[in-house]
């Protein structure tokens, strides 16, 4: 049974900087594309930035330049470095992972920025 646990979230003023995690158990981690994705009450989930197998990466324009997605296959975990932080980016943080055909989500980690 894959797993996806985030973790790293909490209130920081704006400005200020997180770093958020998400571990990966039940499956083979280093073979597939991790992303991280957001939602705020009333809205669609957005995807925040991803990375590949290899190491590619992309990132959402409202995120380019203050964000950092990266990747410790050893231990199965997928990182999001968040800083210059601003309450826009208050949200439900979420870890995605696709194995065998179907989308994995963890259960979200809550980032509040305040002003």
């Known amino acids: 049974q894959v797993q996806l646990v985030e973790s790293g979230g909490g209130l920081v003023q704006a400005g200020g900087s997180l770093r958020l995690s998400c571990v990966v158990s039940g499956s083979i981690f280093s073979t597939v594309t991790m992303a991280w994705f957001r939602q705020t009450p009333g809205k669609q989930r957005e995807l925040v930035a991803a990375?590949?197998?290899?190491?590619?990466?992309d990132y959402a324009d409202s995120v380019k330049g203050r964000f950092t997605i990266s990747r410790d296959n050893a231990k199965n975990t997928v990182y999001l470095q968040m800083n210059s932080l601003k309450p826009e980016d208050t949200a439900v943080y979420y870890c995605?992972?696709?194995?065998?055909?179907?989308?994995?989500w963890g259960k979200g980690t809550l980032v509040t920025v305040s002003s």
């Open positions: 990375i590949t197998k290899s190491g590619g990466t």
């Open positions: 995605n992972g696709a194995w065998y055909g179907m989308d994995y």
